[in-house]
């Protein structure tokens, strides 16, 4: 029989034994041998495998018995069954079973790499009839990158991506407030919410509504504050202007400033009862009547644009001025002795220079203001409510809805298949922006 | 004569706009030094300015404990984010080794979902693992989030350095751990600023994820806390909140001033994935 099927069927059995009896690689082999035994040894010790072999147990269950591997899986088929207090906690189980199955995952991995591994050292052997050795200085080099990058992958695996996929996973269930864990079971639904967010008048009504106000609102927000900092980027810029130093510094605090503090202090500002706005307005006789800034439908959405260009503003103003200082002037002096005029130079020489330059931040501040949570509860809490929407305000937009869902009416799996919506839209946006930029091309 | 129009019409401009700037800011400076309590008591421009509201916001409210959990968590992720972010990049802009490219493309995507989308599944697992109402364990999440964006970004400044200088070190018989010591981190200065400046601003004034994992009025940490003061009592805490928001706005404020170049030079890199 030739060595690399030998090695191969040996390793499939016995892990590493390929390795340790065909190749002589006797710590490589009992490595993977040492990964058999503790695959093997966490899933026997923590079940109840034993009693079944010596028939301890008359009605085998592997969510009672199963070990850790075994019970890991079954919580994730079935997301338990024994419902009521100190029955079974579903989403524990959804939890523990994503992470039984990346540790299943990892340990497949390994069977994989040991296999091929076995059959690379089996060839060798059939070809050269030796094993070329290699030097430890190499072996180091090569292992360096995984050593280091170990410990972080795990964390980002952890922190990052398995809450992700819980979250992917929870639009395919019914967990919500009438499936609250304990007490009660959560159980997979498939498609089912998908269908009644398109389906069921209510929420498709209340997603298209919430859905072209988020759109609105991104391109409103990301275009009134590109422009409103291009053209005072332009006014700094004039040749006419004397202390710039001073309005430029003045002109930055809005960016300067927390979000969080801006959105709430104008928040009281605009109060439609107290607001100092309004008592000024009123004490210099311009309005008889309170303005609901925050409360009528339409002005509100009015309101939170404006608001968030003047804290959007400064950004692109400073990143325009940025950009004109380092063009060259000869550019427009040649265009102008051609004998084009100063608006003619702006429109198309000047502008598409710098929408160029700016391009990808436009597309990633669009990406962000898609998702600015902050720009909108903290101003409105997303409100004035809608009576014919779902749990939904006039100025809510997607992610403020989906944590309205999430924290007030415990809709997790509504809240989920939004989730995954929005992550779609974004990831679309920001591939296609980040595929046209040197990073991508280069790699 | 028309270039004295047009010199009278910009600086008009400019003062407007300054002064819509400047108003909101001066209007909460003023609120926070005035002597009423509630958001309609208290007067548009105070008549006379007291310090009562400072004294009220550290006798009447935890605000001491608020900030010294959200320093906590901001020194704490300054450290954290900025060491393993360059460690990464580090590797992934000077080691060729299998996996590479996809392991750079699966961050990529896991920086375009955010955090707060998954603040369900945090939840549980900190239920699960009894981090629940402890400030410090929200780090853990901060530092996670912050690598894939900015392993991307320390990645494209670090492609950008001459890789020979390290050969050179290598040669010399230096470690990997000495050049990244004596080469990449002094090269790296600009791009290491920019991520602990953000990454040190970013969690004062998070909102969503301390609100939902800390609940204890002890453990808050001070975007809740300040947030919880406002909601639904304009009326009786409008001044305190201004006070207490001045005392956080102004270090955060002169920080970002001072750190301004950076930051600039971050964010366009950051469009541009370096």
């Not at chain 1, 002005?299 to 939170?304: L, P, R, T, W």
């Not at chain 2, 450290?79 to 961050?107: C, E, N």
């Amino acid at each position: 029989m030739k060595k690399k099927v030998s090695s191969v069927i040996l390793s499939c059995i016995f892990w590493g034994s390929g390795q340790f009896f065909i190749a002589k690689k006797k710590i490589r082999g009992l490595l993977f041998f040492a990964a058999q035994v503790l695959l093997l040894a966490i899933e026997l010790l923590s079940g109840y495998w034993f009693n079944w072999f010596a028939g301890e147990i008359a009605h085998f269950d592997i969510g009672t018995y199963g070990g850790y591997f075994t019970k890991g899986l079954w919580g994730l088929f079935t997301l338990g069954t024994t419902p009521g207090v100190g029955g079974d906690h579903s989403t524990l189980l959804l939890i523990n079973g994503i992470l039984t199955l990346m540790a299943l995952l990892v340990f497949v991995g390994i069977y994989v790499w040991n296999i091929r591994d076995a059959y690379k050292l089996g060839r060798q052997l059939d070809e050269t009839g030796t094993i070329a050795a290699v030097p430890s200085r190499i072996k180091r080099r090569k292992a360096f990158p995984y050593l280091v990058l170990l410990p972080i992958g795990i964390i980002i695996a952890l922190v990052v991506f398995m809450p992700i996929v819980f979250s992917v996973l929870t639009a395919f269930t019914n967990y919500d407030a009438n499936h609250m864990p304990p007490g009660q079971l959560v159980s997979w639904v498939g498609l089912k919410n998908f269908f009644k967010l398109f389906n069921v008048p209510i929420w498709s009504q209340t997603f298209f509504g919430v859905l072209i106000w988020t759109v609105v609102w991104a391109v409103c927000a990301t275009f009134s504050t590109y422009f409103l900092g291009l053209f005072q980027a332009l006014i700094l810029n004039s040749r006419h202007v004397k202390h710039r130093g001073i309005f430029q510094t003045i002109y930055i605090l809005p960016w300067a400033i927390p979000g969080m503090i801006t959105l709430l202090v104008f928040r009281n500002l605009l109060n439609g009862q107290f607001g100092p706005l309004n008592q000024f307005l009123m004490n210099i006789h311009l309005i008889k009547d309170r303005i609901p800034f925050l409360t009528d439908p339409t002005i509100a959405k009015v309101s939170v644009i404006l608001v968030n260009l003047w804290m959007g503003f400064p950004q692109f103003m400073v990143m325009l001025l940025g950009v004109m200082s380092n063009q060259d002037a000869s550019l427009y002096e040649a265009a102008e002795i051609d004998g084009a005029n100063k608006m003619q130079v702006f429109s198309y020489i000047k502008l598409p220079l710098l929408t160029r330059a700016t391009a990808p931040l436009i597309v990633m501040n669009f990406a962000a203001n898609f998702n600015a949570f902050g720009a909108i509860y903290f101003l409105t809490n997303g409100g004035p409510t809608n009576p014919s929407y779902q749990f939904a305000g006039d100025t809510d937009i997607l992610i403020s809805w989906i944590y309205k869902l999430t924290l007030n009416q415990h809709m997790y799996s509504m809240a989920a298949v939004m989730n995954i919506l929005i992550f779609a839209f974004i990831a679309a946006v920001s591939i296609w922006n980040f595929r046209r930029t040197n990073a991508f091309k280069e790699m | 004569m028309k270039n004295k129009v047009n010199s009278f019409f910009v600086h008009l401009e400019l003062v407007v706009m300054a002064l819509l700037v400047l108003i909101p800011i001066v209007w909460i400076v003023l609120s926070a030094f005035n002597p009423g309590n509630g958001l309609a008591t208290s007067s548009l421009v105070p008549k006379s300015l007291t310090l009562k509201n400072f004294s009220r916001l550290f006798t009447e409210t935890n605000y001491r404990q608020w900030f010294m959990n959200s320093l906590t968590i901001a020194v704490l992720n300054t450290i954290f984010s900025v060491a393993l972010v360059l460690v990464t990049a580090w590797i992934m802009s000077r080691f060729k080794f299998k996996g590479k490219k996809t392991s750079l493309m699966a961050i990529l995507l896991l920086s375009m979902f955010p955090t707060f989308l998954s603040m369900t599944a945090l939840y549980t697992l900190f239920l699960n693992f009894g981090l629940l109402d402890k400030p410090v364990a929200l780090t853990i999440i901060y530092v996670a989030g912050a690598i894939p964006y900015n392993v991307w970004l320390v990645k494209g400044y670090l492609d950008g350095l001459p890789k020979e200088v390290d050969e050179a070190a290598y040669i010399d018989g230096c470690s990997y751990f000495m050049t990244f010591r004596k080469i990449i981190l002094p090269l790296s200065k600009p791009i290491i600023t920019y991520c602990a400046v953000s990454q040190f601003m970013m969690p004062w004034m998070d909102y969503i994820l301390p609100n939902m994992l800390l609940s204890s009025d002890t453990s808050k940490t001070l975007a809740v806390g300040l947030y919880g003061l406002i909601t639904g009592r304009e009326n009786t805490n409008f001044t305190m909140f201004a006070a207490g928001a001045v005392i956080i706005a102004v270090p955060i404020t002169i920080l970002f001033i001072i750190f301004q170049k950076y930051l600039v030079q971050g964010i366009a890199a950051g469009a541009n994935k370096g």
